[in-house]
């Protein structure tokens, strides 16, 4: 199994490269140059999360590493989760079922996806005798979730920008109070767009590398990452009903991710009904699928974080796959000229959409009710990303048949304001986000340019 990208310049390339690249050379994102095939006889009567795993991952790795290899690397790879078998799934009603996904050490879904890319990252490293800076920033939880992931790595180096914004004082906290030698928090005096820039330079420029060191990018495009999210997929519809019939899977979606993984994982044989494409007011996604309009907007700030973004990265793929029907040149087309040009595509290829795939969008209103509701129905807390899908949910009732699954991706004790906002108070706070709440903070404040930047990572590379 081989990769290439959407934009069609950068192909032929083996799991380890596109693992260690990220991006295409071409500006595109990496694909597979097909869908393996599960087989779904075996795959039903998996008991753990590992187990599926142990099934799913070597799939996409098999140009560059053994088999028994990557069995023995899962072995050790998901770490500190609190919950057994990673996961939990809670019935709240016949036809829907909650999958929590955020009892990894950040508390939030990006656990899955980081330590699968650190522990590649870590093997890939040793065997070439290489190090790596990993340079990323983040607005919510991609940067703790990385952090965690490489933090044990000594080859591995992590330099993470903070914007000054809107994320918690958990998350920021989750960052900086890791006290690793190999672990560089940066407060930056400026937007997360900003901190995207810097980083997009740094890539660019490459000019605090070391000799025989790679510059690793953490954001969400990076193909392991899609990988580690396809197994929780698979393994909700194992417990659920043994992949016998088809599911609805309701996702809470910033930058896409997420969704391409339970895309990836039906067209891969995973029974799907339709996918719920739950965003907040940045609705870019809710656009294109309600009116066929993919413009870009200035970013407003919600009260899930996590979920503010202008563009959903990781769409390209969904483009390029499911409505061009994998044409390099077309997606080249469209992508070359956004976001300067909007994305609008054929009335007649843009209709496909219906068949898999529902949107909504929810303002921050609504979401504090759906919080407040969902406690009371169901008496439990959800945090806000949650409190989308689970809206979502609420709203396109009527147009679902079949079961429905809601992806809980955070711990709502990341975002005790919002807890007070909706007159909720948690009973039982995590140890691990709890210790994390009186620790010191340990963190350079540096200005917005890439110089003083690029500095700071020469001085402590
Ligand atoms: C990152 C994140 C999302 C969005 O996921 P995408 O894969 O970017 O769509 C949703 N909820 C939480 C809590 C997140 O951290």
């Not at 599960?38 to 753990?48: A, G, P, Q, R």
């Not at 939880?141 to 591995?156: L, N």
């Not at 699928?289 to 390209?316: C, G, Q």
């Not at 709502?412 to 709440?437: C, G, M, Q, S, W």
Request: hydrophobic fraction near 40%; aromatic fraction near 12%; charged fraction near 20%.
């Amino acid at each position: 199994m081989l990769f290439h990208s959407t934009r069609g310049q950068d192909k032929d390339k083996t799991f380890e490269q596109i693992l260690m690249q990220g991006l295409a050379d071409d500006g595109g994102l990496f694909m597979p140059d097909y869908w393996p095939q599960v087989d779904i006889e075996y795959l039903k009567n998996l008991e753990s999360f590992i187990d599926v795993a142990k099934y799913i991952v070597p799939l996409y790795t098999g140009s560059s590493f053994k088999k028994e290899d990557v069995i023995e690397l899962l072995n050790n790879t998901w770490h500190n989760f609190e919950e057994q078998d990673l996961i939990k799934i809670t019935q709240i009603k016949q036809s829907t079922s909650i999958l929590e996904l955020y009892h990894g050490p950040t508390a939030a879904f990006k656990d899955f996806g980081l330590q699968l890319a650190a522990a590649f990252f870590n093997k890939t490293l040793q065997t070439q005798n290489k190090t790596a800076i990993v340079f990323g920033a983040t607005s919510g939880d991609t940067g703790s979730a990385a952090i965690d992931a490489c933090k044990d790595f000594e080859v591995i180096k992590s330099f993470i920008l903070i914007p000054h914004g809107n994320m918690s004082e958990i998350q920021r906290k989750q960052m900086t109070t890791v006290q690793s030698p190999n672990v560089h928090p940066i407060i930056v005096d400026g937007t997360f767009d900003d901190c995207q820039d810097i980083v997009k330079n740094g890539f660019k420029q490459r000019s605090f590398l070391k000799k025989n060191q790679y510059l690793l990018a953490v954001n969400s495009i990076n193909w392991v990452r899609i990988i580690g999210q396809i197994c929780y997929y698979f393994y909700s519809a194992i417990k659920i009903n043994k992949l016998s019939k088809p599911l609805n899977f309701s996702v809470p979606t910033g930058n896409f991710g997420n969704v391409f993984a339970c895309y990836a994982a039906s067209k891969m044989g995973m029974p799907l009904s339709k996918i719920i494409v739950a965003v907040n007011s940045n609705d870019i996604l809710y656009r294109f699928f309600k009116n066929n309009d993919y413009s870009k907007k200035t970013v407003s700030e919600t009260i899930s974080p996590s979920m503010d973004i202008s563009v959903a990265s990781n769409f390209e793929r969904l483009i390029y796959d499911f409505f061009l029907n994998s044409n390099s040149e077309l997606c080249n087309k469209l992508y070359n000229n956004f976001p300067e040009v909007s994305i609008k595509l054929e009335d007649s290829i843009w209709k496909k959409s219906s068949e898999l795939f529902l949107s909504h969008s929810v303002d921050d209103d609504a979401t504090i009710q759906c919080m407040k509701s969902f406690y009371e129905q169901h008496g439990f807390i959800i945090d806000p990303h949650t409190a989308v899908a689970a809206h979502a949910v609420n709203r396109l009732e009527e147009e679902l048949m079949n079961e429905t699954v809601i992806l809980s991706t955070a711990h709502p004790a990341k975002f005790p304001n919002i807890l007070r906002n909706a007159d909720l108070k948690l009973k039982n706070i995590p140890k691990r986000l709890d210790e994390v709440k009186n620790k010191k903070e340990v963190a350079v404040n540096i200005p917005s340019s890439d110089k003083s930047i690029f500095e700071y990572i020469i001085k402590h590379n």
